[in-house]
């Protein structure tokens, strides 16, 4: 038998889509989060679509761009719906519901793909499940059944390795939940753990922050995040929380800007993000990083920088605005080649800005965002679907001098001059430290989208002297920016409010809260909010 030549040899080397799988012993994987759209027709079944989305997730799970991948995620809410529903093995069960009939085609091909690719696979769907299971003594539906926000998570061989249930609901009616918050995770060939949780469980304690105190390092998070300035913008909170948790995180967004649904990306706990995308048109793309393990503390990183829409595409992504109302603040001077030092209080709780910065001239007869200094310690609802205390010093801009504009951008058609350059800006002030309180960076500019942390410096040491214990928290901007919008060390405190939970009978979607119908078109019977 002939030999080929070496240099077709090489060449196929060099064509050839690898399939190469992690070890253990490797200082990274590699890991794919999908942004996904998916448009409605008109008129179309439940059926129709559902299979349309499948169809589009198992191209993806089997392109060339997906080669590379040890794991793969996709987003919260874009698979099925509760007419689609499928059931799902317990992970205990150790099945492999590929061609397994009893499962409906979401559940069975996303199994025979992931065998197929040998891969891990990670989606969100709408489940069902027989009612009442053990230990829940709360009324079955009439039709015997739950429906279930779920993760589900496929190893290598398609079997079902973990599977978690949204504790936490924001405007899901006819969703159900757990007694009790699960804590899911899965081990992988490669030598990570990885937890996983739903979208606004990134606002609680449970069950997000107690996976990061049983040790888990590396988590996977489907999202459908309907972003909202000053603080919680989608990339924004995600690199905050993978930074101050010192977590890889890998999330993936659903894509409908019009209604404020985008954000995707793969962060590396304090080296920041890896990749993160914010779009202002819909999109489905598959984003892939080499993500070095925590175990490996001098793994080298490959950002993968991303295309930012301007600030005047980006207003075509939907931004919900917070109940900053209430906030104490002081207005930023505009005075020109400034060094500020100024103190802000809510109450107790106070806040200290060094802040050096320049003010263009004559800016009389033209658009500018100017700032404010802000301080607060107190409650908001999260659109009245769950109730959460907020503690945060920050700065962030306002498109006019009347505080009903502060986080308020200017329109796409509003030309404006970037009036205020930041050279140098330091927030400090006094946090409980407890499990109850839970701290972060938080910064996102113009494009919406967060600061590299190569440009920021963020400390926590032990304040000396206090009855409780609290940290001393100083956050500082080392590079000069001329289009910040927020930057902030903003906080949840979990004592005075229980998490989400079920959702009462007869409620409304969010979504119903945030845009119009007629903004809305066809998608509120496709999406619910995070």
């Known amino acids: 038998m002939n030999k080929p030549p070496v240099l077709f040899c090489i060449l196929l080397l060099l064509v050839a889509p690898s399939l190469q799988i992690s070890t253990p012993g490797d ?14 027709v008109n008129g179309e079944t439940a059926e129709t679509s559902t299979a349309n989305r499948l169809a589009q997730y198992l191209s993806i799970i089997n392109s060339p761009e997906a080669d ?3 794991v793969l995620a996709f987003p919260e809410s874009t698979l099925n719906r509760v007419a689609t529903a499928s059931f799902v093995p317990h992970p205990k069960d150790a099945i492999a519901p590929c061609n397994i009939l009893e499962y409906e085609p979401v559940v069975r091909d996303i199994s025979c793909a992931a065998r197929n690719r040998k891969k891990y696979v990670v989606i969100n769907l709408t489940e069902k499940a027989r009612c009442p299971e053990a230990g829940d003594v709360r009324p079955c539906s009439s039709d ?8 589900v998570a496929f190893d290598r061989e398609g079997v079902v390795v973990s599977r978690y249930r949204k504790f936490n609901l924001f405007g899901e009616a006819g969703i159900n939940t757990t007694v009790y918050p699960e804590m899911a995770s899965f081990e992988t060939d490669f030598g990570v753990k990885f937890g996983h949780f739903i979208c606004f469980d990134l606002m609680f304690n449970q069950p997000a922050l107690e996976l990061v105190r049983l040790g888990i390092t590396d988590f996977i998070f489907p999202t459908m995040w309907f972003s909202e300035l000053p603080f919680l913008t989608a990339a ?6 993978a930074f101050s948790n010192n977590v890889n995180l890998l999330a993936a967004g659903a894509s409908f800007p019009g209604v404020g649904s985008t954000g995707t990306g793969i962060y590396s706990g304090r080296r920041g993000e890896l990749t993160t995308v914010m779009n202002h048109e819909p999109q489905t793309k598959l984003y892939v990083a080499q993500v070095p393990k925590m175990t490996f503390p001098n793994a080298a990183i490959n950002k993968i920088p991303q295309p930012k ?3 005047a595409q980006m207003a075509k992504l939907y931004l919900k605005r917070d109940q900053i109302d209430k906030y104490a603040t002081k207005d930023l001077p505009m005075t020109s080649n400034a060094l500020l030092q100024e103190s802000v209080c809510y109450e107790s709780h106070c806040c200290n800005f060094t802040i050096n910065y320049s003010v263009k001239p004559n800016l009389q007869n033209t658009n500018y965002y100017r700032y404010k200094l802000a301080a607060y310690d107190a409650g908001r609802t999260f659109d009245g679907f769950a109730d959460g205390q907020i503690t945060t010093c920050a700065i962030f801009a306002c498109s006019s001098a009347n505080y009903s504009d502060c986080s308020r951008r200017f329109a796409a058609t509003e030309a404006y001059d970037e009036a205020v350059t930041f050279n140098t800006i330091t927030i400090q002030a006094k946090f409980a430290n407890n499990d109850e309180t839970f701290v972060l960076p938080n910064n996102v500019d113009t494009s919406i989208v967060p600061f590299d942390v190569s440009e920021t410096e963020y400390t926590v040491v032990p304040s000396v002297g206090d009855s409780t214990p609290h940290n001393i928290v100083t956050y500082k901007l080392t590079r000069a920016h001329s289009d ?8 949840r405190k979990f004592e ?5 939970g079920a959702n009462p009978a007869g409620l409304f979607s969010a979504l119903v809260l945030i845009v119009s119908a007629a903004a809305m078109g066809g998608l509120a019977k496709n999406l619910w909010q995070c």
Request: proline content about 4%; charged content about 10%.
């Open 27 to 40: 200082p990274h994987y590699w890991a794919g989060v999908v942004e996904f759209s998916s448009d409605r």
């Open 144 to 151: 015997g059944l739950y429906h279930f926000n779920t993760n």
């Open 68 to 70: 590379a991948t040890d």
């Open 484 to 491: 910040l919008y927020t930057f902030a060390i903003w906080a």
């Open 236 to 241: 924004q909170i995600q690199q905050g929380w």
């Open 309 to 311: 829409g301007t600030p």
């Open 496 to 500: 005075q409010y229980a998490s989400a």
